[in-house]
């Protein structure tokens, strides 16, 4: 038996990427995943490529900044598969600038996905896990929330506001048995790293996805509620 059998999964930004091998690595593991992101083509060519290795796929395309679509996915998720077990909010933008240089549409751009969307869907997903009586949240931060940077007046705001909000909420449903797991990759090998940073010798998405399924899969009596995750050596 996999060790995620019989549990539901919402990964968001799930089209490609980080969100995408997680989806992936969580579907291998047994569970339904729900795929959600605004590229709807995507996310059909994903979660069927998903299913093709018999494994249970849900394209849900989600503009996670639309409240209603928010609403919608979590609707259409419950609809399908009658439960949530696991929320991973993944879905995340950067806009690497000066202070001096960086707009105020800027920041709430970055704002309205990198938080407030967390707040909004795992607003939509809680009642249901409460009701469960279990449930794990996941939310893929950044190292750039513990750590300043030049250029990072913007997004490091937004991953040190994430952290902080899941650190609470931890606090606020660990007595429902909900986890609120937080990892934070430095480096890793994708198309959104800022540091331009590249090869095999720094974390790839799988690394990440690993990570979220070491998380997921702990006792239930035990939770990781902060995990780092950076190169070896980043030379």
């Known amino acids: 038996m996999k060790r995620l059998e019989q549990r539901v999964a919402i990964v968001t930004g799930a089209s490609k990427g980080i969100g995408l091998a997680i989806a992936r690595s969580l579907a291998a593991e047994g569970a339904g995943v729900v795929l959600a992101a605004r590229n709807a083509s995507a996310l059909a060519k994903e979660s069927e490529a998903i299913r093709s290795q018999g494994f249970s796929a849900l394209a849900v395309p989600t503009d996670m900044t639309d409240d209603v679509q928010v609403s919608n996915l979590v609707a259409a998720t419950m609809k399908e598969f009658g ?35 967390v707040f909004v869907v795992t607003k939509c997903v809680l009642p249901y896990m409460t009701k469960a009586n279990s449930g794990t949240i996941v939310n893929i931060a950044s190292l750039a929330g513990k750590n300043s940077f030049v250029g990072g007046t913007g997004y490091a705001t937004t991953k040190w506001a994430l952290r902080g909000w899941a650190s ?43 990570a979220v399924v ?22």
């Open 83 to 117: 439960r949530i077990d696991i929320l991973v909010n993944n879905a995340g933008m950067g806009v690497f600038k000066r202070f001096a240089e960086l707009d105020v549409s800027d920041f709430d751009t970055m704002w309205a996905l990198n938080m407030r969307s």
């Open 168 to 210: 609470s909420l931890m606090l606020e449903v660990r007595e429902h048995n909900i986890r609120v797991v937080t990892i934070c990759p430095g480096s890793v090998e994708t198309a959104f790293s800022s540091t331009g940073k590249r090869g095999a010798h720094i974390p790839q998405s799988e690394d990440v996805a690993e």
């Open 214 to 235: 070491f998380a997921v899969t702990a006792p239930a009596r035990s939770m990781f509620s902060e995990i780092d995750l950076r190169p070896t050596n980043p030379k």
